[in-house]
């Protein structure tokens, strides 16, 4: 599905007390579950209406193969873009002025030099989650994602440790290069998003368990319960 202007006109919202344990703070725009895809005729145009302010963006659950361009929007400072399809290179810039927390848990992100990209972020981003992707498994992820990110301070929902940053400065870890000629594809495949979803369960999940999970996701009405069961589904129990 593309970007058109009543998906974004349309899209709902509400305020939540996450950040600052006060009602009526951050508001929260709904933009999951739509199998949105990028577009860069029409998706530039459609997301310069996007309400203000906008403190919360939820992409959640689409098609999304790189980070949509908010860099002129200073209000937004979370972005949700989990189970997505994100590879290839990671473009920072095109990240919100002010962003201080970004979910790309569950995408198709397999090489650490694809995160390259977010040398370019914001330095205002302090908290990542990437679970749910391949590169969680590789040799050194943290410490490269730390290199990456210097003013980082939690990592896939874990707190950068003081012992973490005096290792990296006493071996600094070399970026890896990237190649110039990667490309970023989207797959011809089509995929079922709920049993996508499902997949990312750990297996020693019961049925009922995952019916759960699956049911309050579903049902998920503020960005706590939300980014909880995200974690739960992205195998970080």
Do not use: W
Request: with cysteine; glycine share 4%.
């Amino acid at each position: 599905m593309k970007f058109t202007p009543t998906v974004i006109l349309d899209a709902p919202s509400y305020y939540v007390d996450f950040f600052h344990k006060k009602q009526n703070v951050d508001k929260c725009t709904i933009l999951r579950d739509l199998d949105l895809e990028n577009d860069s005729v029409v998706m530039p145009s459609c997301m310069a209406l996007l309400t203000r302010p906008t403190h919360i963006l939820d992409l959640t659950n689409n098609s999304l193969i790189d980070f949509p361009d908010l860099h002129d929007r200073t209000d937004i400072h979370t972005l949700l873009l989990g189970r997505n399809r994100i590879n290839g290179t990671i473009n920072g810039k095109r990240l919100p002025k002010d962003l201080k927390n970004l979910v790309l848990a569950s995408n198709d992100i397999k090489e650490l030099s694809e995160l390259n990209g977010l040398q370019s972020a914001p330095k205002s981003l302090n908290t990542i989650s990437l679970l749910g992707n391949q590169i969680c498994h590789l040799e050194g992820y943290r410490t490269y994602v730390l290199t990456i990110l210097p003013n980082l301070r939690n990592l896939d929902f874990t707190k950068i440790s003081d012992l973490e940053r005096t290792n990296l400065k006493k071996k600094p870890v070399l970026i890896i290069k990237n190649d110039k000629n990667t490309k970023v594809v989207k797959s011809k495949k089509s995929h079922d998003k709920s049993t996508e979803m499902m997949n990312f369960v750990v297996n020693k999940m019961t049925d009922e368990r995952k019916l759960e999970l699956k049911k309050q996701l579903a049902e998920a009405v503020s960005l706590d319960e939300i980014i909880k069961i995200e974690k739960q589904l992205a195998g970080g129990i």
